[in-house]
């Protein structure tokens, strides 16, 4: 049958967060464990392997800790991969799985079930948005206005349509989803405003000028990005904008560590 997880009493377990030494989806989890006033170091280990590069390609590297943890087993619940999180005999794989799981034992999925199901919605929305600018193919900016499409176009399942979608038509659509009180749902923080924030609004200066400077702004460009949610979703950008300032979000971000990627 299904693996049955035990429910595990925040207060009383130590999480181990096992990753590369840079932020990847797993910074989202790092922002889940600030807003509930969890901090690296303080109250969960926050282990970053670190890497060194042998080749031209962002992909040749090695990381001895990591073959170290693989050896070991302790990287088997993620199919020999990271990221891992290990809590008392517990382990973990996937990002998404971990920010779930954190976001439930910490108390910021929502006040129901209905809320943890619109938290949820939220969280897919903002994955289809970077995969969107990942496959973008139009032939005006991904920042530029929107095409003006006929309806049944901007329905439309055809890939060269979707491939077209830039980002002031999916903040339109999104602007939908989000709620009205300064948060992704509800009245309070949760999961899908630290996956909203690490979209849209996430900020590495370590990282301009090196081989991941693209990946230093949402997008490649704050400013822009900025513009267009005030365009398309005001209501957006206020939930980004305010995010950094949350307690717990802001010593994190203060005291976070330089970062590889």
């Known amino acids: 049958?299904?693996?049955?997880?035990?429910?595990?009493?925040?207060?009383?377990?130590?999480?181990?967060?096992?990753?590369?030494?840079?932020?990847?989806?797993?910074?989202?989890?790092?922002?889940?464990?600030?807003?509930?006033?969890?901090?690296?170091?303080?109250?969960?280990?926050?282990?970053?392997?670190?890497?060194?590069?042998?080749?031209?390609?962002?992909?040749?590297?090695?990381?001895?800790?990591?073959?170290?943890?693989?050896?070991?087993?302790?990287?088997?619940?993620?199919?020999?991969?990271?990221?891992v999180l290990e809590c008392g005999g517990f382990a973990l794989g996937q990002s998404p799985a971990i920010s779930r799981f954190i976001g439930r034992e910490l108390g910021l999925m929502g006040r129901d079930e209905a809320e943890a199901a619109q938290i949820d919605a939220v969280v897919e929305h903002v994955r289809d948005i970077r995969h969107a600018f990942a496959t973008f193919r139009g032939s005006n900016s991904w920042f530029g206005e929107v095409d003006r499409q006929k309806s049944s176009d901007v329905r439309s399942s055809d890939t060269r349509v979707r491939e077209r979608r830039n980002l002031r038509w999916w903040l339109r659509q999104l602007d939908c989803c989000v709620g009205d009180h300064g948060f992704a749902v509800g009245r309070r923080a949760s999961i899908a405003d630290a996956s909203l924030y690490f979209c849209f609004g996430e900020v590495c200066a370590e990282l301009k000028g090196g081989p991941y400077e693209s990946a230093a702004e949402p997008f490649g460009d704050l400013a822009a990005t900025r513009r267009a949610m005030q365009a398309e979703s005001p209501k957006l950008a206020r939930i980004v904008e305010r995010f950094p300032a949350l307690p717990g979000v802001r010593e994190y971000l203060e005291g976070r560590e330089p970062q590889a990627f």
């Open 1 to 83: 049958g299904a693996l049955v997880l035990p429910r595990l009493r925040a207060k009383s377990k130590r999480y181990r967060l096992i990753y590369y030494d840079g932020r990847g989806q797993i910074e989202i989890v790092r922002f889940i464990f600030a807003l509930g006033q969890k901090l690296p170091g303080r109250d969960y280990d926050n282990v970053r392997l670190p890497i060194s590069y042998i080749g031209p390609r962002d992909t040749d590297y090695d990381c001895p800790e990591f073959n170290k943890l693989q050896a070991q087993g302790r990287l088997a619940c993620n199919l020999d991969r990271v990221p």
